[in-house]
């Protein structure tokens, strides 16, 4: 889970990307953010990143490389986070 500083850092990288068209911002379709509700969550969506890009948190990790015994080592940036995934599948031959 990232901090709120390593958010802001990467909103203040991207900025110019996204102003290029050359990186997506989310928008209020694509947020998920559980029960948030009016001004809290449009505080979240100005802060929200988009987790496909790789960055220090790792990013989408779909990739064609993965495979049975592959190791991933996740950092952890705030004290007493844990660790959340989804769209684990695994494919057999």
């Given at each position: 889970m990232p901090t709120h500083d390593m958010v802001h850092?990467?909103?203040t990288r991207e900025a110019p990307l996204a102003a290029e068209g050359k990186a997506k911002r989310?928008?209020?379709l694509l947020l998920f953010v559980g029960s948030l509700k009016g001004a809290a969550r449009d505080r979240v969506a100005k802060e929200a990143c988009r987790t496909v890009p790789p960055r220090e948190h790792g990013g989408?990790?779909?990739i064609k490389n993965l495979s049975i015994g592959t190791r991933i080592y996740f950092?952890?940036?705030t004290k007493g986070a844990?660790?959340?995934m989804g769209g684990l599948a695994l494919l057999t031959g």
């Open positions: 850092m990467w909103n989310l928008t209020n989408n990790t779909d950092p952890v940036f844990g660790l959340a």
